[in-house]
Structures are given as structure tokens and as C-alpha cells.
């Protein structure tokens, strides 16, 4: 056989078995691209009753993850609940301030004993308790800010991780904010400890690497929820804000929740200390 002709004959070959794959098994080749299961894997979401927590609860729960709800208050958690298992979500729901030790290791605990184990965490919940100029915050708003948004994240990581490597590994998600890059001016306390959120992802995942257990992290735009309602609420500052965005309008919780329960899917294996912005378009970089 001639070279030319034995490249005629392979890429022959080539085409037959891409049609017959075609033929036989679309079904299957779609099914790879769908989104992977969550089924069996339990899943703790903080400050999930509302906004982006209770979407990342819904993303997880709808792939099929039994999810454990929480937040300060007890009606809130309630109508959390009622609202997941209306949509056939396994889900477990407690009260837990993420600022409390107590409640903390309590939310795990009851986990643990409700579910019997941890595979993953979303560590949501924080706190803007400053508007204004960043010279006038105070110390108190400082330990605030860096306790709640910065050691709790740290501290539920460090809580989960044994359940996790009970499990042969897990996935975290901290959630943190394009104001980690970008300050906002009139939230200045706020956004540097956004900004702490993206150097933690990057200390810790190398270490449970080793566990098995990737850490990731996704940094919201603005998005459309309560806690940023001073924000996208006042005229000049979505005008000012929007000018920065490709896209040009505010965003939806789910669009951020569908990134959070992408990177704990088997689809991200391969990622580990990253922020995804999910910001519209808005250029980010430190
Ligand atoms: N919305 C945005 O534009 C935006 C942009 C970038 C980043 N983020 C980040 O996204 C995360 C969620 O914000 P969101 O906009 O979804 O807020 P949200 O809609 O106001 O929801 C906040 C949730 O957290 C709970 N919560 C508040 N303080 C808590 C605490 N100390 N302990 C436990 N739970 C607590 C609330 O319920 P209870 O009141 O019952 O406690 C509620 O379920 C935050 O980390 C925020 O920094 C938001």
C-alpha cells in the first residue's frame, strides 16, 4: 500500500467509527456533557435561607445532594426548608450565626448525626456592618468584619475537614465578591476582607490537596439580593457600577450558585485554589 493510500484508508476509518458513535450513542456522548450528580454527597451551605446561600442550596439539592440549611433565625430556616423539599430537595435545616463557636460546631455536629457526614462546604454567610469613608471605620468594625467574613471562613473549613476525610475528600467554596478586587469605596472594611477570601482559597488548597479536598472560590458581581440592596437600589450607583459591567444589568443569585455547585462537581476535578468571577464581564485583577 502507498502512503497516499493508506492515509485514505485511516481517514476512512476515522469517519466510519465518528458516524457510528453518532448513530449508536448520542444519548450516552449527551449524557457525559450533562451536569455530574450530587447524589450521596452532603452538602452545608451558611447563611442559606436567602440570596446566593439559599441558590446554592437549591444548585446542590437539584443535583441531587442532601442539603443542610441555616441561618440566625428560626422562621427564616423554616421557610428555607418548606421551600427546598417543595422541589424534592433533601434538606435539613438548623440555626446556626456563623459569628458563634457554639453554633458553629453545632451545624456540624448535627450534620454529622442527621446525614452522616460532610462532602461539602459553602461558606456564604458574612457581614457589612460600615457604609462611608474607610478612615472613619472603626476597630470594632474591623474585628467584625475580619472575624466574620475571614476567621469564620477559615474556622467552619477547618471543622468539616475530618468528616471530609472520613469521606475520601470534599470540595469548599467560600464565597467572596468582586470587591475583593475592585474595592467600593463606601464599603472599604467589606472589600479587604473579600480580598483575604482569595488569599486563603489559595493557602489552604495545597494543603488538602493532600486530603483530597479541593478549595475554591467564587467572587460575585452585584447581585440582586437584600444584602446588596443599598447598592443596586440607588440609581447613581448602579449607573456608576454598570459603566464597569459588559453585560449591563445586575445579577441573579442562581448565576452565581450553578458556578458554586459547578466547582463541586466531578467536572472542576482538576481545579483547586481559583476565584471564579462571576461579576458580568467586570474587569477584575489585584
Ligand atoms: N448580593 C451581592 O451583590 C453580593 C456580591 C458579592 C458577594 N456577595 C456575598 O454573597 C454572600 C451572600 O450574600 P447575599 O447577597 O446572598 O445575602 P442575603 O440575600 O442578604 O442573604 C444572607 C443570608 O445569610 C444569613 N445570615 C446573615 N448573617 C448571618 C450570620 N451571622 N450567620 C449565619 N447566617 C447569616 C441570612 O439569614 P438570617 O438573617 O436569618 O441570618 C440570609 O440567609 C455574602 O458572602 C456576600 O458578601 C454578595
Redesign the pocket.
Known amino acids: 500500500m502507498t502512503d497516499k493510500s493508506a492515509a485514505v484508508d485511516c481517514s476512512r476509518v476515522m469517519w466510519r467509527s465518528a458516524f457510528r458513535c453518532l448513530g449508536t450513542n448520542c444519548v450516552a456522548g449527551l449524557r457525559s456533557m450533562s451536569q455530574s450528580s450530587l447524589s450521596g454527597k452532603v452538602a452545608i451551605v451558611?447563611?442559606?435561607?436567602?440570596?446566593?446561600?439559599?441558590a446554592a442550596a437549591e444548585s446542590l439539592g437539584k443535583r441531587g445532594a442532601h442539603v443542610v440549611v441555616?441561618?440566625?433565625?428560626q422562621a427564616?430556616v423554616d421557610r428555607a426548608v418548606e421551600r427546598l423539599q417543595s422541589q424534592n430537595i433533601q434538606v435539613t435545616g438548623t440555626t446556626?450565626?456563623?459569628?458563634k463557636r457554639e453554633d458553629r460546631e453545632n451545624l456540624v455536629k448535627l450534620t454529622v448525626e442527621k446525614c452522616g457526614g460532610v462532602d461539602i462546604l459553602v461558606s456564604?454567610?458574612?457581614?457589612?456592618p460600615f457604609f462611608g469613608n474607610i478612615m472613619d471605620s472603626t476597630e470594632e468594625i474591623w474585628d467584625k468584619v475580619l472575624s466574620?467574613n475571614v476567621k469564620v471562613f477559615f474556622l467552619m473549613t477547618k471543622l468539616v475537614m475530618p468528616h471530609m476525610q472520613k469521606r475520601g475528600g470534599g470540595n469548599v467554596v467560600f464565597?467572596?465578591?468582586?470587591?475583593g478586587y475592585q474595592p467600593i469605596r463606601i464599603i472599604g472594611p467589606y472589600s479587604v476582607s473579600?480580598t483575604a477570601l482569595l488569599g486563603l482559597t489559595r493557602a489552604l488548597a495545597p494543603e488538602l490537596a493532600q486530603s483530597n479536598i479541593r478549595v475554591n472560590c467564587v467572587a460575585?458581581?452585584?447581585?440582586k439580593?437584600?444584602?446588596?440592596s443599598a447598592?443596586w437600589q440607588s440609581e447613581d450607583f448602579l449607573d456608576e457600577f454598570t459603566k464597569q459591567l459588559s453585560i449591563k444589568r445586575v445579577g441573579e443569585?442562581k448565576e452565581i450558585s450553578e458556578v458554586i455547585a459547578f466547582l463541586c462537581s466531578d467536572e472542576a476535578s482538576y481545579i483547586t485554589g481559583e476565584t471564579i468571577t462571576v461579576s458580568g464581564g467586570m474587569g477584575c485583577r489585584l
Open positions: 451558611t447563611g442559606s435561607t436567602d440570596g446566593i446561600g439559599l441555616s441561618s440566625r433565625r427564616n446556626c450565626n456563623v459569628d456564604n454567610a458574612a457581614v457589612n466574620v464565597v467572596s465578591s468582586v470587591a473579600k460575585p458581581g452585584l447581585i439580593t437584600n444584602f446588596s447598592l443569585p
